[in-house]
């Protein structure tokens, strides 16, 4: 298992969060996303797919940014290659 793929993923989830063009519903997601992640006391693969199911449940939000909606696909991508 990769933590820098994890850290990555956060990095991107951070980024989401502090952006203001995308809808709170979706900054929500990516914070408690990437507070799940950082959750060392959950096993790790329960962690990611609890994570990847919040992630594909808002990428087909149809108010998500389109730049938004790609970084999220970029996360679904990275937590599943792990």
Do not use: F
Not at 38 to 56: A, F, N, P, Y
């Amino acid at each position: 298992m990769s933590n820098q793929t994890i850290d990555e993923v956060c990095e991107i989830l951070e980024y989401i969060k502090e952006n203001n063009t995308v809808p709170r519903n979706i900054r929500e997601a990516a914070s408690e996303s990437s507070d799940l992640l950082k959750d060392e006391e959950q096993d790790q693969s329960v962690r990611i797919s609890t994570v990847l199911g919040k992630l594909d449940e808002i990428s087909n939000d149809p108010n998500i940014p389109v730049h938004a909606r790609t970084l999220i696909w970029e996360v679904l991508s990275k937590l599943e290659s792990i």
